[in-house]
């Protein structure tokens, strides 16, 4: 029997029950939170019988390995915020259990030079593991939602297939989404879109290895697909760029956000508050985050989709050699809002970043994926998986880059933010 976990009934733990639904490669799924009547009201919208909900305490090992053990899981997808990656984790292995996350364990920036030298990378405790889970005969699959996720099987499928040499990979990430109503509302977890584009960017070259920039730094001019159009994109922290060099053989890699000069300005404001901040503060009788406190008093992502208009872009920009001939490509996937309301009962990029760790799943329950130890989703073939993307009715596009062609993305020369970094560690 394939039993599946899913730890976290948010808007991507709820999103993926409804994909999970319309799929037959599972027996039984259980979703669980530690706020019951919230994972019980994401099982009771479905009539599906495969389905149940549990309490569980995301931080408690102990809890977590008894769960595991109790379901019979044989995956375990962790669809929590970071912070209690290293919890859920361990849980999985001391369960023998297989694992998915979809962010890797957070990053500590250097002590002394941070807008330079790399401090603890993302995911690194994890990946130093890799020889514990494959001696256990457990896979642990970390890094696979959208970015990182289906930007690195972009990234694969390019060396597979559409490149001989490949020089450079940039994922780039941009949307023409508004809200209405709000002069400021992230569409995805603010705790989490803190620490991103906060923390120093990281960029790795065949030749130097990985470095830090300053915040924002490298602003380019990059034209997305389906109407979305130009947008400004800068360098912010993320995992592709630590994952996709142990895969795909190429001579540099970043990510980079459409962040927009508005919501750059509310992230300095936050920073120069102090609201950035995890270390927690008293105040009053209370001691509280200043991060957690911003996360609570904004709107709550998975309930803007009624009021959210327009689409989101992930994908993947490669350059290099093809038959002799120099080539760029962007291999991208969009989600339109309106089109995941209607459909999904979610907006587009809680929806987006559901869907790519359920058609892992199937990749996994079917066996076209197979390993033991702990990879990102670049170490597996592409093709199956693109291919079974589309079984899910959205599709994955290929523009070609260059003159005559789709426009290439043009870096402006604009400056870097760095800021003292202290107060949020």
């Known amino acids: 029997m394939t039993t599946i976990v899913i730890v976290g009934a948010g808007g991507v733990g709820t999103s993926m029950l409804e994909l999970l639904a319309t799929r037959g490669f599972f027996d039984k799924c259980y979703i669980a939170d530690i706020n019951i009547s919230r994972a019980s009201a994401a099982v009771n919208r479905l009539t599906d019988k495969r389905f149940a909900a549990l309490a569980v305490d995301a931080t408690d090992i102990s809890a ?39 962010a890797m364990n957070l990053s500590e920036p250097h002590p002394d030079d941070p807008y330079n030298k790399v401090g603890k990378y993302l995911g690194q405790d994890q990946f130093q593991e890799h020889d514990a889970w494959r001696s256990k005969g457990l896979l642990a699959l970390i890094g696979m939602g959208v970015e990182p996720g289906l930007s690195n099987i972009f990234a694969k499928y390019a060396q597979q297939s559409l490149f001989d040499t490949i020089s450079e990979i940039g994922v780039r990430d941009g949307s023409n989404l508004r809200i209405e109503g709000y002069s400021f509302a992230p569409t995805f977890s603010i705790w989490t879109t803190i620490e991103e584009c906060l923390n120093p960017p990281i960029v790795w070259e065949k030749t130097k290895g990985l470095y830090t920039t300053n915040c924002f730094s490298s602003p380019e001019i990059f034209h997305f697909p389906a109407g979305i159009g130009p947008q400004e994109c800068v360098n912010v922290e993320h995992e592709e760029v630590l994952m996709i060099p142990r895969s795909v053989d190429c001579e540099k890699v970043t990510f980079k956000y459409s962040l927009g000069r508005e919501f750059i300005e509310w992230l300095k404001t936050f920073s120069d508050l102090g609201l950035d901040s995890k270390k927690p503060i008293a105040v009053g009788a209370a001691t509280v985050a200043p991060r957690d406190v911003l996360a609570a008093v904004l709107p709550n992502p998975s309930k803007l989709g009624n009021l959210m208009h327009g689409r989101t872009c992930a994908g993947t920009w490669v350059k290099g050699i093809k038959d002799g001939a120099e080539r760029q490509v962007y291999l991208y996937h969009v989600a339109d809002n309106a089109t995941t309301m209607r459909e999904w009962h979610s907006q587009a990029v809680l929806w987006q970043t559901a869907l790519c760790p359920v058609v892992a799943l199937e990749m996994l329950a079917t066996n076209k994926w197979a390993d033991v130890g702990v990879y990102g989703p670049d170490h597996f073939d592409a093709l199956h998986y693109l291919n079974t993307l589309g079984e899910y009715g959205t599709h994955h596009g290929i523009l070609e880059i260059g003159d005559d062609l789709w426009p290439a993305p043009v870096e402006t020369g604009a400056s870097g933010w760095s800021k003292s970094i202290a107060s949020s560690f």
């Open 64 to 102: 977590l390995t008894r769960l595991l053990k109790e379901t019979g899981a044989t995956y375990m997808v962790n669809a929590c915020d970071p912070r209690v990656n290293e919890q859920l984790f361990a849980a999985a292995y001391q369960a023998g259990c297989n694992y998915m996350d979809m």
